[in-house]
């Protein structure tokens, strides 16, 4: 989809602007081009494989068993739709799961921002005392609602000018230096849970109370020892505001721009179309400059999200989405036992896995995109309720098995839901399912659809990267679906590298293309370097190493034609 939309952005069209179906289809064609291109190379490559009858999630009867297991969701209850902070793209506009997110290097203003105490029991921290946060992204301030401090850390009131300010003691002596400040005195120790503060915008349209929590998260590694939260903006934010009934604000719409209800920066951009930052940082700097509620800023370079197909960066937005609950019918610990009844190859990959699967959030299955698998499920429009009806699933099923996914988007919905509904009394979802459950659902069509298969697979194998990838999506959907993992050994391989052992990128220059290595030397040059790796380590190759490989294949067949 994202190549589509490549090309159509090229020719200075608009994907919406088009027929969701005439879309998919092109789509469609373009994935066929590269899956006959992709089998065309690995049999180049002497790769043994079912080439006559691969298979593919967009098959239509791939499709109509992913719309099977996804229905499954739906009718045990583990589907839901809630609001919740998701990593979003505003380049794609969309919603992105973990396993569709890269991190990469990035460059992100620090700002030390002060928060005016304006209740306590202590009527003295009332006067002209200010808690301090430290955040990476300005822009969520306009989101702030509240802010976290740690039980086992100790803080104080430290003077600075004519100033008070409450500060981590373990990170006090950084914040000074972040502002320069070298003249100061701790004053006494200060409990800061319970305090309630004003928000650095108050009088502008941020009159509410900005309660400090305690919050288990918070740590003294970085920053103040207060946490900024922002309830709509990041996982532990959302959770510490749902568990204190704090509200959780809509602050910027599908493309990163402040909606008309947010005081001071509506229409100001978090990210360009382009994924380029845009002027709300800047904005909410100079805001906070303007209201003498700045302390200190600077720059931190650091890992961030980033789409692995638009490779732009990402931001945590709360947005409307559809959910597999981790809790319901005990996913999360049916998913841990059986983590621990597969073997695993290496063994660290077994506690990879589990700590992902430990603390991971529940399953964004929506995304709002054109192609892909539809989430085939009718919500009632008064109450909200989904419909849970096995005649109306099997419709869409035999509708999919003939027609593939475009089924959903050109039939009419009243053939789908029958006689016993009205199609105005429902909506229909439009959203595509994330990618990672189509690939989770294989173990479903492949093998319970094929005869000379059996179910589990004896071996699943992929790069380390499937951890929270194919590995992790499969163990999902099999659990929720069957009590049990789809495989019974999973095996990891490495990745491959350049000759000094770096990540292989067309803008390094230093990316080997096999096609041109086969065409130089033959593929057997290939084989033999493959053979000659330890499959469980990354592995190197570049001009020197084939090089290595080509005179030591020469040697063997000049051997071999001396001894026939």
Not at 159 to 167: A, N, Y
Not at 392 to 414: E, L, Y
């Amino acid at each position: 989809e994202w190549k589509i939309e490549e090309q159509y952005r090229a020719k200075g069209l608009n994907k919406d602007e088009v027929p969701a179906t005439e879309f998919r289809a092109e789509c469609r064609s373009f994935a066929e081009k590269w899956v006959a291109i992709q089998s065309e190379q690995f049999q180049r490559l002497g790769i043994i494989g079912d080439w006559d009858k691969p298979y593919t999630t967009m098959a239509f009867d791939a499709e109509a068993v992913i719309v099977q297991e996804f229905q499954k969701f739906v009718m045990n209850g583990a589907l839901y739709r809630g609001s919740k902070p998701v990593m979003w793209s505003v380049v794609e506009k969309t919603a992105l799961a973990e396993a569709e997110v890269e991190y990469e290097e990035h460059v992100s203003p620090t700002i030390f921002v002060k928060f005016p105490v304006k209740q306590a029991a202590d009527p003295a921290l009332t006067e002209g005392v200010s808690a301090v946060i430290w955040t990476t992204t300005p822009w969520t301030i306009p989101g702030n609602r509240a802010m976290a401090c740690a039980k086992s850390l100790n803080y104080g009131l430290y003077q600075v000018g004519d100033e008070k300010l409450i500060l981590c003691d373990d990170l006090a002596e950084r914040a000074m230096s972040a502002a320069d400040i070298t003249d100061y005195q701790r004053l006494s120790d200060v409990e800061p849970e319970g305090l309630i503060c004003a928000h650095p915008f108050a009088g502008q349209g941020y009159d509410f109370d900005v309660p400090i929590l305690a919050g288990d998260f918070v740590t003294a590694e970085t920053g103040t020892g207060l946490v900024h939260i922002a309830p709509g903006h990041g996982q532990d934010d959302f959770e510490l505001g749902l568990k204190h009934r704090i509200e959780v604000p809509f602050t910027v719409d599908e493309a990163g721009v402040y909606f008309d209800h947010v005081p001071i920066f509506a229409g100001k951009r978090v990210l360009d179309e382009n994924g380029k930052n845009g002027d709300a940082n800047g904005a909410v700097i100079t805001a906070l400059i303007e209201a003498n509620a700045l302390f200190a800023k600077g720059k931190l370079r650091h890992q961030y999200p980033h789409s692995w197909r638009s490779k732009a960066p990402l931001i945590f937005r709360n947005t409307p989405q559809w959910f597999v609950s981790m809790e319901h019918n005990n996913l999360r610990d049916k998913a841990l036992k059986a983590i621990d009844e597969v073997n695993w190859f290496p063994k660290a990959g077994r506690n990879r896995i589990h700590a992902m699967i430990e603390n991971r959030p529940d399953w964004v299955l929506s995304r709002q995109r054109a192609w892909g698998v539809p989430l085939t499920v009718f919500m009632h429009r008064q109450s909200g309720e989904i419909l849970r009806d096995e005649a109306v699933n099997q419709r869409i099923v035999d509708g999919v098995k003939t027609q593939g996914a475009d089924a959903w988007f050109n039939t009419d919905p009243q053939v789908f839901l029958g006689d016993a509904y009205q199609a105005s009394d429902y909506e229909q979802v439009t959203d595509i399912l994330d990618v990672w459950f189509d690939s989770g659902t294989t173990h479903a069509f492949v093998l319970e659809e094929r005869d000379n298969l059996h179910w589990p697979a004896d071996v699943y194998l992929e790069g380390s990267d499937q951890h929270r990838g194919w590995f992790h999506s499969s163990l999902l959907e099999s659990c929720a679906t069957r009590g049990v993992a789809p495989y019974k050994n999973v095996v990891t391989h490495g990745f491959t590298m350049d000759e000094k052992g770096r990540k292989m990128s067309k803008s390094s220059g230093n990316a080997v293309d096999p096609l041109k290595v086969i065409d130089q030397s033959g593929a057997e040059i290939i084989r033999l370097w493959t053979t000659s790796c330890d499959y469980s380590e990354d592995q190197r190759i570049g001009p020197e190493i084939i090089k290595a490989n080509t005179d030591a294949y020469r040697k063997m067949r000049n051997c071999f034609r001396f001894l026939l």
